[in-house]
């Protein structure tokens, strides 16, 4: 497994943008398949974006594709998680998540290291 810590969650505007991070520790990371998923209060973890190995498939939410980008820095065992024209709807505690399965999935099962979870607030 790797360590994974976000960072960059906090509160923003609708319409504003943030930028998630992901810090991966583990010499296997550019191996592992990541994703982003995120809760809200009182639903379900719901799957956010996913990015295969080496950044050749990528996968979005519905709700999220055309604002949200992931993308991956191999040599500095980052995600990153870039977020723009935010709606309140967005609000949520996002996860970092990476499984050794390799490829890009929307499937919650195939992931064995999370993060703590960071913080994203969107004010109407």
């Known amino acids: 497994q790797v360590q994974l810590v976000e960072s960059g969650g906090g509160l923003v505007q609708a319409g504003g943008s943030l930028r998630l991070s992901c810090a991966a520790s583990?010499?296997?990371?550019?191996?592992?398949?990541m994703g982003w998923f995120r809760q809200a209060p009182g639903k379900e973890r719901e799957f956010v974006a996913a990015?295969?190995?080496?950044?050749?498939?990528?996968y979005y939410a519905d709700s999220v594709k055309g604002r949200f980008t992931i993308s991956r820095d191999n040599a500095k065992n980052t995600v990153l998680l870039q977020m723009n024209s935010l709606k309140p709807e967005d609000t949520a505690v996002y996860y970092c998540a990476g499984g050794k399965m390799s490829f890009a999935t929307r499937n919650v099962g195939q992931y064995d290291s999370w993060g703590q979870g960071t913080q994203v607030t969107v004010s109407s």
């Open positions: 990015i295969s190995w080496n950044g050749d498939n990528i």
């Open positions: 583990g010499r296997t990371f550019s191996y592992y398949g």
